[in-house]
T-cell receptor, first 113, second 115 residues
Framework: SQTIHQWPATLVQPVGSPLSLECTVEGTSNPNLYWYRQAAGRGLQLLFYSVGIGQISSEVPQNLSASRPQDRQFILSSKKLLLSDSGFYLC????????????FGPGTRLTVT | AQKVTQAQTEISVVEKEDVTLDCVYETRDTTYYLFWYKQPPSGELVFLIRRNSFDEQNEISGRYSWNFQKSTSSFNFTITASQVVDSAVYFCALKGTSGTYKYIFGTGTRLKVLA
């Protein structure tokens, strides 16, 4: 069966520090991968998605970036965090193009101080 | 453009009451997929159901049921005999098939079930 991992679970970082969040999926090949952010009490904002290694689509211009160095690994990064980057970051995967639901990881709760 | 509207921001019910969460969607795709997710306090989104646009049969799973009506572009979710464990934020989502990999989420409905 498929499993999605995210780490760390929680993170407190000062403004201006770098960020690296990692997501890995097990049990499937060539998944579509997604990064979402959820501000407190708000809905989901799609940040990036990837349909293959090295293929990244950005939905929101900001100081975040994403990379997919391996088929089942998706990394969210920032060189300098802003206060507004605080939130709950969720990684998700789906299979195929049209027909499949997304499955979400446990999330990373980021607080920028 | 695709859009999902969950007009109910928050609903409170007393345990054992039935509750319906509304979801209205917009899409120009003739084939599309609709989903419901549950987000408990722990934060992880849990997949509940997928419905294809060409299948308007309603579905029941235990205390959960879903009513899909293409004529009104709605995909409503009913919990029968609600329980405290049903307290969560529920998201409705849409995925079209016109070359997009994106899922469009509604803003969510927070359900509070009071003991």
């Amino acid at each position: 069966s498929q499993t999605i991992h995210q780490w760390p679970a929680t993170l407190v970082q000062p403004v201006g520090s770098p960020l690296s969040l990692e997501c890995t999926v097990e049990g499937t090949s060539n998944p579509n991968l997604y990064w979402y952010r959820q501000a407190a009490g708000r809905g989901l904002q799609l940040l990036f998605y990837s349909v293959g290694i090295g293929q990244i689509s950005s939905e929101v211009p900001q100081n975040l970036s994403a990379s997919r160095p391996q088929d089942r690994q998706f990394i969210l990064s920032s060189k300098k965090l802003l206060l507004s980057d605080s939130g709950f970051y969720l990684c998700a995967w789906s299979e195929g193009q049209d027909t499949y639901e997304q499955y979400f990881g446990p999330g990373t709760r980021l607080t920028v101080t | 453009a695709q859009k999902v509207t969950q007009a109910q921001t928050e609903i409170s019910v007393v345990e054992k009451e039935d509750v319906t969460l509304d979801c209205v969607y917009e899409t120009r795709d003739t084939t599309y997929y609709l989903f419901w997710y549950k987000q408990p306090p722990s934060g992880e989104l849990v997949f509940l159901i997928r419905r294809n646009s060409f299948d308007e049969q309603n579905e029941i799973s235990g205390r959960y049921s879903w009513n899909f009506q293409k004529s009104t572009s709605s995909f409503n979710f009913t919990i029968t005999a609600s329980q405290v464990v049903d307290s969560a934020v529920y998201f409705c989502a849409l995925k079209g098939t016109s070359g997009t990999y994106k899922y469009i989420f509604g803003t969510g409905t927070r359900l509070k079930v009071l003991a």
